[in-house]
Protein backbone atom coordinates (compact mmCIF):
# COMPACT_ATOMS: atom_id res chain seq x y z
CA UNK A 1 0.00 0.00 0.00
CA UNK A 2 1.29 3.46 -1.22
CA UNK A 3 0.42 6.54 0.84
CA UNK A 4 0.97 10.33 -0.11
CA UNK A 5 0.67 12.92 2.47
CA UNK A 6 2.12 16.48 2.58
CA UNK A 7 5.03 17.45 5.19
CA UNK A 8 5.94 20.92 5.84
CA UNK A 9 9.18 22.16 6.97
CA UNK A 10 10.43 25.15 7.70
CA UNK A 11 12.79 26.18 4.92
CA UNK A 12 14.33 29.45 4.36
CA UNK A 13 15.26 31.91 1.77
CA UNK A 14 19.33 31.15 1.19
CA UNK A 15 19.44 28.02 2.80
CA UNK A 16 21.59 25.67 0.87
CA UNK A 17 20.79 22.24 -0.35
CA UNK A 18 23.34 20.36 2.30
CA UNK A 19 20.94 21.39 5.12
CA UNK A 20 17.36 20.79 3.11
CA UNK A 21 18.72 17.96 2.18
CA UNK A 22 20.47 17.34 6.12
CA UNK A 23 16.79 18.01 7.04
CA UNK A 24 14.96 15.77 4.95
CA UNK A 25 17.12 13.20 6.00
CA UNK A 26 16.66 13.34 10.31
CA UNK A 27 12.59 13.74 9.15
CA UNK A 28 12.91 10.15 7.19
CA UNK A 29 15.25 8.53 9.79
CA UNK A 30 12.34 10.10 11.94
CA UNK A 31 9.25 9.22 9.82
CA UNK A 32 11.48 5.40 8.82
CA UNK A 33 10.12 6.50 5.29
CA UNK A 34 11.72 7.85 2.16
CA UNK A 35 11.29 11.23 1.44
CA UNK A 36 10.73 13.18 -2.15
CA UNK A 37 10.91 16.92 -2.44
CA UNK A 38 11.72 19.20 -4.88
CA UNK A 39 14.87 21.68 -4.74
CA UNK A 40 14.50 24.61 -7.48
CA UNK A 41 12.64 22.81 -9.51
CA UNK A 42 14.50 19.68 -9.42
CA UNK A 43 13.45 16.31 -7.51
CA UNK A 44 15.53 15.03 -4.74
CA UNK A 45 15.01 11.98 -3.10
CA UNK A 46 16.29 11.15 0.47
CA UNK A 47 16.09 7.82 2.25
CA UNK A 48 16.68 6.90 6.26
CA UNK A 49 20.36 5.44 5.20
CA UNK A 50 20.87 8.12 2.37
CA UNK A 51 24.55 9.20 1.53
CA UNK A 52 24.25 13.12 1.88
CA UNK A 53 27.14 13.39 -0.24
CA UNK A 54 25.93 10.43 -2.78
CA UNK A 55 22.34 12.79 -2.63
CA UNK A 56 23.59 15.76 -3.54
CA UNK A 57 25.93 14.67 -6.43
CA UNK A 58 22.88 13.08 -7.79
CA UNK A 59 20.98 16.30 -7.93
CA UNK A 60 23.99 17.83 -9.75
CA UNK A 61 23.75 15.38 -12.09
CA UNK A 62 20.20 15.51 -12.65
CA UNK A 63 20.32 19.40 -13.15
CA UNK A 64 22.85 18.84 -15.58
CA UNK A 65 20.82 16.02 -17.67
CA UNK A 66 17.83 19.11 -17.92
CA UNK A 67 19.75 21.96 -19.23
Known amino acids: MMCTFTLTV ?21 LDMNIRF ?3 GTRVFVSPDA ?6 DR ?6 KIK
Open 10 to 30: EVKIGMLLREVVILAKLKAIQ
Open 59 to 64: YHADCK
Open 51 to 56: DIEKVI
Open 38 to 40: SFN
